[in-house]
């Protein structure tokens, strides 16, 4: 009994490593993270299971410190890579590559639209994104994965 409980030992234990890097990546991927561009912020949102259907996009712009359009800071869906730098270029699943002044569409819905100029934005968090300072003041389209 022992024997058969020695020779399987390292498989249970090879086992269980396997299982547990699985869940450490899996879990490491569905995060959101903002991505430094040459000092650009890409805000990528966490995992969505589904999103608002507002119709999102336009010209491809640097708002604030973050990327965006229309003058509104952008939180690109999960899987959103940067491509290139110069000039800066984003891979938008569901849609492709986009550089900065091409048009791109996207959807989603505003996850936080200012009022007024008058109020000082806190933290701000949105698709699993705390929005950078320089961001905030503007208003944030979340969008959707495709």
Do not use: K, N
């Amino acid at each position: 009994m022992f024997a058969a409980l020695r020779r399987r030992a390292p498989w249970v234990i090879t086992g269980v490593a396997v299982v547990a890097l699985v869940v450490l990546f899996g879990v490491r991927s569905c995060s959101a993270r903002i991505i430094d561009a040459g000092g650009v912020q890409v805000l990528v949102a966490g995992y969505q299971s589904g999103g608002s259907d507002a119709a999102g996009g336009g010209t491809l712009e640097v708002v604030g410190d973050c990327l965006g359009a229309r003058g509104d800071v952008y939180v690109f869906p999960q899987g959103t890579e940067v491509v290139d730098e110069d000039p800066l270029t984003i891979d938008i699943p569901g849609f492709g590559e986009v550089s900065l002044g091409e048009e791109f569409e996207v959807g989603g819905g505003w996850e936080v639209e200012h009022s007024s100029d008058d109020a000082e934005p806190g933290p701000i968090e949105v698709g699993g994104v705390t929005i950078p300072d320089g961001c905030a003041r503007y208003d944030i389209f979340l969008s959707a994965p495709q």
